[in-house]
């Protein structure tokens, strides 16, 4: 069995593009490998946050994973800042970093673009994410393209710190998965759906009820010739929508072409959504009879204990690699 890590921020509620490029995606991996499924919690306050919120946010997303399907019995679901060793190899990461390759990372100078006022852990959380998937001698990390650079920078650390101290740390292989991993956002096809933009019409919160599910589906954006056919290059509006029908029904691309060949975007926007609201209640249903529940906090004490345990260890061996402390 494999071992598999993935974190995601407690930064607002999770897009239909989160569940269908990720989640969905771990809900088939925990039957067959050890997963660590943790609410990264601490890279979210690289930008500043409320802290009422953010608590929310956290409470909010684990119970998100459990209604997504992540069994916590099987899987170790848990809270990044309730296992301390994350940060204590942070550090770590950090000093066998170099400036040059954290400030080439695309996502820190898209974010700290024209800014005054930068937080310093947008420059250095890179190797905080490093620490959190090496702490649990991590195989396999399924992500985005978008994060595909960090997890290269990753397994840079992990090669430099194993060379020059011990072999400590296993490397991680990137993930990516071929369909789905990005899902486009609904008023601009050319960015990717984000809980971020501004515009509660560009996505699908995982939390939307019906009546605004629908709503946006039918307000997407389309392209002119009004032919249900992917074409990424020349109708990526068209083309991502036909993706996350393909996710949501399980229908191939070919087949949904198929079905709506010479019929108008209104009648497969009715349909998409159909399939979109079908995919989600279940979700909203388990959502709400877990978040307020003891069943939620007794499940992240048991995931908290288990990655305590095994992040334990391996900060241990790492910091003893180094010759910190006084252990041989």
Not at 8 to 17: A, K, R, V, Y
Not at 78 to 99: D, K, N, P, R
Not at 257 to 279: P, R, S
Not at 306 to 317: I, R
């Amino acid at each position: 069995m494999k071992t598999i890590f993935s974190g995601i921020q407690p930064s607002g509620t999770l897009t239909l593009g989160n569940y269908l490029g990720a989640m969905k995606h771990f809900v088939e991996l925990q039957n067959d490998n050890h997963c660590y499924f943790c609410i990264v919690d601490e890279h979210a306050i690289t930008v500043p946050q409320d802290p009422l919120q953010l608590r929310k946010n956290i409470r909010s997303l684990a119970a998100l994973y459990i209604a997504a399907g992540i069994d916590p019995t099987k899987s170790t679901l848990f809270i990044q800042s309730e296992v301390s060793a994350h940060t204590q190899l942070g550090w770590i990461m950090q000093c066998v970093s170099y400036i040059g390759e954290l400030e080439r990372m695309t996502q820190f100078k898209d974010k700290s673009d024209g800014k005054e006022a930068v937080s310093s852990a947008l420059l250095t959380y890179p190797p905080l994410m490093a620490a959190d998937i090496l702490l649990y001698n991590t195989d396999i990390v399924p992500v985005g393209e978008d994060q595909k650079q960090h997890l290269e920078l990753t397994r840079d650390l992990a090669e430099r710190f194993n060379k020059k101290y011990n072999d400590i740390f296993t490397i991680p292989e990137v993930r990516i998965p071929k369909v789905g991993a990005r899902i486009m956002s609904l008023t601009d096809p050319t960015k990717k759906m984000s809980k971020s933009n501004p515009n509660p019409k560009s996505y699908i919160s995982m939390l939307d009820d019906e009546k605004t599910i629908m709503k946006k589906i039918k307000s997407a954006v389309t392209d002119s010739d009004g032919i249900v056919n992917y074409d990424k290059e020349n109708k990526p509006a068209i083309s991502n929508l036909l993706s996350i029908f393909s996710l949501c029904s399980g229908k191939s691309i070919e087949e949904l072409e198929n079905e709506f060949k010479g019929k108008g975007y209104g009648e497969f926007k009715q349909a998409l959504g159909e399939a979109v609201i079908e995919t989600l209640k279940p979700i909203h249903d388990r959502y709400h009879e877990i978040i307020n529940s003891e069943e939620l906090d007794h499940y992240l004490d048991l995931g908290a204990e288990k990655a305590n345990k095994v992040a334990s260890k391996t900060l241990a061996k790492a910091k003893r690699a180094m010759g910190l402390g006084r252990k041989r």
